[in-house]
Nanobody
Framework: VQLVESGGGLVQPGGSLRLSCAAS????????MSWYRQAPGKEREWVAT????????NYADSMKGRFTISRDNAKNTVYLQMNSLKPEDTAVYYC?????????WGQGTQVTVSS
């Protein structure tokens, strides 16, 4: 299993970013995928999940209405569109696969929201 995140960077408050996670080494279209984040000095927290076919999504309360998770099974890629970003969204964002009771993580991509 390999998960490679990209798309992070520095953005001003109120701005937008789209993160991507390219997956390989497993049958991508068969599994739900999630995004997590970890801010400095804090525990990793769940952000959003999308089902295998993309028909159902779920979000942490603080992200509802601002973040959108989506996937392209033809490209083995899951996305996280982040709008109306706030300084408290600053964190390393990780793509996650949970398969057979094991968690797989990418290396993460840094998102910094600052003026």
């Amino acid at each position: 299993v390999q998960l490679v995140e990209s798309g992070g960077g520095l953005v001003q408050p109120g701005g937008s970013l789209r993160l991507s996670c390219a997956a390989s080494g497993f049958t991508f279209s068969s599994y739900a995928m999630s995004w997590y984040r970890q801010a400095p000095g804090k525990e990793r927290e769940w952000v959003a999940t999308i089902t295998s076919a993309g028909g159902y999504t779920n979000y942490a309360d603080s992200m509802k209405g601002r973040f959108t998770i989506s996937r392209d099974n033809a490209k083995n890629t899951v996305y996280l569109q982040m709008n109306s970003l706030k300084p408290e969204d600053t964190a390393v964002y990780y793509c996650n696969l949970r398969r057979l009771s094991l968690n797989y993580w990418g290396q993460g991509t840094q998102v910094t929201v600052s003026s």
